[in-house]
């Protein structure tokens, strides 16, 4: 289930981005391993508010981006403020923070902040606000102090199919639940063949925290029912859940395996006609030499291409 969720300054994109798809292309082409497995979008948050190029907000959003990316090497969560002294206009004003999931290593932190701060300034151009979730991490940036003030606004929630008359199965989901619903900061639990993780964001106290994650749980009743497997994502948390054998068929597996093969099959499709209107020009003007000439272009290249080249020219 996908859900789209529109307020008055920000609107919640939910995954794929048809909008970048572009960008998410070629950015599979430098990096492809990395961004299937462990920068997965999730979705994205921009406000409808937009700030000019050269503005006093962009001269403070710029190097608060920087500084996440920086800081990122280091910590797996941060907040920063920028221009907020007293000799700058309210306006230029920016707040933001980012968070990687518990469980990762800190080299795979940064890689999936930088991804994150990469693309967020793509799927958001020129927003004063804009939040961005992969499935590793999480970027956000402001230009009103949002640091600490819980939010619990559903961004995204995916399930999976039902599992029926399975009474051990919803005790067991129940009890991960439970357990979840208390975490401080990451926590991962398990109960039999049910396992799950739950996450705050840094700025949240630790009742503002078990706030959040109340309704998170809440909302996998509410809205999954029976699923063998869920993920929800609210402003300031998330939760999710699944039953062994089924954490590949949520929303991870099929985005990593269908981005995977559309971009095998793009990228050789662009490969393949590359080569033919390379080869179909330099046969062209092969063409308009003599024998001999292609004799002597065969012995003074000496390889495979070459050769290859003569069969093409032989068979037009």
């Known amino acids: 289930m996908r859900r789209l969720n529109l307020y008055s300054t920000h609107k919640t994109i939910p995954a794929p981005p048809r909008l970048t798809s572009l ?11 990395n961004f299937v497995k462990a920068h997965i979008y999730i979705y994205a948050d921009c406000s409808q508010e937009t700030y000019a190029p050269n503005s006093p907000f962009e001269g403070n959003h710029n190097p608060l981006l920087a500084s996440i990316v920086s800081s990122s090497s280091q910590a797996y969560y941060n907040s920063f403020a920028f221009g907020n002294g007293s000799s700058t206009s309210t306006e230029g004003i920016c707040y933001g923070l980012y968070q990687c999931r518990g469980d990762l290593k800190i080299t795979d932190c940064s890689r999936c902040i930088e991804s994150a701060v990469n693309q967020i300034s793509l799927v958001c151009p020129y927003s004063y606000g804009a939040a961005l979730q992969l499935e590793s991490c999480y970027v956000r940036y402001e230009h009103i ?5 819980l939010d619990k606004k559903l961004k995204y929630i995916k399930c999976s199919k039902s599992v029926n008359n399975d009474v051990e199965f919803f005790k ?11 975490a401080m900061g990451f926590k991962v639990s398990s109960s039999g063949s049910v396992e799950g993780y739950a996450q705050c964001f840094g700025d949240l106290s630790s009742s503002d925290c078990s706030s959040c994650l109340v309704d998170a749980v809440g909302q996998f009743k509410n809205l999954c029912g029976s699923a063998a497997a869920a ?3 609210l402003g300031q ?3 999710r859940y699944w039953e ?3 954490y590949d068929l949520s929303s991870d597996s099929s985005n990593e395996d269908d981005e995977g093969k559309t971009v095998a099959i793009v990228v050789g499709i662009i490969a393949g006609v590359a080569i033919v209107i390379v080869l179909l020009s330099f046969c062209r003007r092969i063409k308009k030499n003599t024998t001999s000439g292609i004799l002597q272009t065969l012995l003074k290249g000496n390889h495979v291409v070459t050769t290859s080249l003569l069969f093409v020219f032989i068979y037009l």
């Not at 960008?23 to 391993?33: E, G, I």
């Not at 102090?145 to 003030?149: E, I, M």
């Not at 009890?175 to 208390?182: I, K, N, R």
């Open 231 to 233: 993920a929800v994502y």
């Open 145 to 149: 102090d949002f640091l600490g003030r």
């Open 172 to 182: 067991r989901r129940d009890d991960v639940l439970a357990d979840l619903s208390t």
């Open 23 to 33: 960008f998410f292309l070629f950015l599979s082409l430098s990096n492809y391993d």
């Open 237 to 239: 948390c998330y939760a």
């Open 244 to 246: 062994s054998g089924y």
